[in-house]
């Protein structure tokens, strides 16, 4: 069978490189690289037969270090400033968009604006990565929910994934299972370094005691979950301390059984 081999190479308008890499029967194999203007390098990474081979490197404008990772294994992001966005054991996993997929999966039911992933344009993560810092603790404690309603045959492998602020603070600690689910004990962090929330999972469930803080330390909110529902009874504080009110709940819901309803 005759192979049909092609070596592709494009520029720029000045003559810069832009891309070059070959491909065979219509697939990459071999090296392949991308460039910002001004030769920049962008990605580079090796193919065989269209699949991912070794170690893919990625790069902001600016030369920072973007992404590094092999289609099974460890892969790791970094913000623009140099810091740490993310670590964390992936399986087939063909280019960095997936992982921003993983981190970007629950954003819409929260009304946060959301890019469309692309390995040309990397100017959505700041976006991204800023919209989840500007908000609440609460909404980083259920950013990784709907993973329990994937079912996903590439993504994240068992074992420990992070998540760090811009700042370089921890952002998100947790363990995912076999079944590609978060289970066990799981942190959250507030941008000043502070814990912000705190918690197990039980198959991708929240499950048992919960504590949400403030950013000062103090308790903002504690309580029971079962299955990923709040039960029993549940404090809320003030910033300064003071104990605003207390709930009982019951698949979720207030259970007033026993209780004044509110006027």
């Known amino acids: 069978m ?5 070596y592709i190479k494009t520029q720029y308008a000045n003559g810069d490189k832009k891309y070059e890499g070959n491909y065979i ?18 990605y580079e990474g090796s193919y065989i ?40 054991d992936y399986k087939n996993m063909e280019a960095p968009e997936g992982i921003i997929k993983f981190i970007n999966m629950t954003l819409d ?3 946060l604006p959301t890019e469309n992933p692309d390995v040309h344009t990397f100017n959505f993560i700041p976006l991204l990565l800023s919209s989840i810092i500007s908000e609440s603790f609460k909404f980083l404690s259920t950013l990784f929910n709907d ?21 370089g603070q921890p952002m998100i600690c947790f363990l995912i299972n076999n079944k590609q689910k978060i289970d066990g004990f799981t942190k959250i962090w507030h941008e000043n370094g502070q814990l912000a929330a705190e ?19 103090q308790i903002q909110e504690k309580g029971q979950y079962k299955n990923n529902d709040k039960d029993g009874f549940w404090k809320n504080w003030s910033e300064d301390g003071k104990l605003q009110e207390t709930k009982k709940f019951k698949h979720g819901h207030v259970d007033y059984s026993g209780w004044p309803k509110p006027l």
């Not at 029967?25 to 460039?35: A, I």
């Not at 918690?199 to 330390?217: A, F, R, T, V």
Request: aromatic residues 14%.
């Open 49 to 88: 037969k269209g699949i991912k081979n070794g170690i893919h490197k990625a790069w902001y404008e600016n030369g920072q270090i973007m992404y590094e990772g092999e289609r099974d294994g460890l892969h790791k992001m970094w913000h623009q400033n140099g810091q740490m966005l993310y670590e964390g």
């Open 199 to 217: 918690g197990s999972y039980k198959q991708g469930k929240k499950e048992g005691l919960w504590i949400y803080y403030y950013p000062n330390k």
């Open 147 to 167: 993973l329990s309603k994937k079912s996903l045959t590439s993504g994240p492998n068992k074992g420990m994934h992070k998540i760090w602020h811009e700042n």
């Open 2 to 6: 005759n192979q049909k081999t092609k």
């Open 109 to 111: 039911q929260f009304g």
């Open 25 to 42: 029967n219509g697939k990459k194999d071999g090296l392949h690289k991308e460039w910002y203007p001004k030769n920049q390098l962008k």
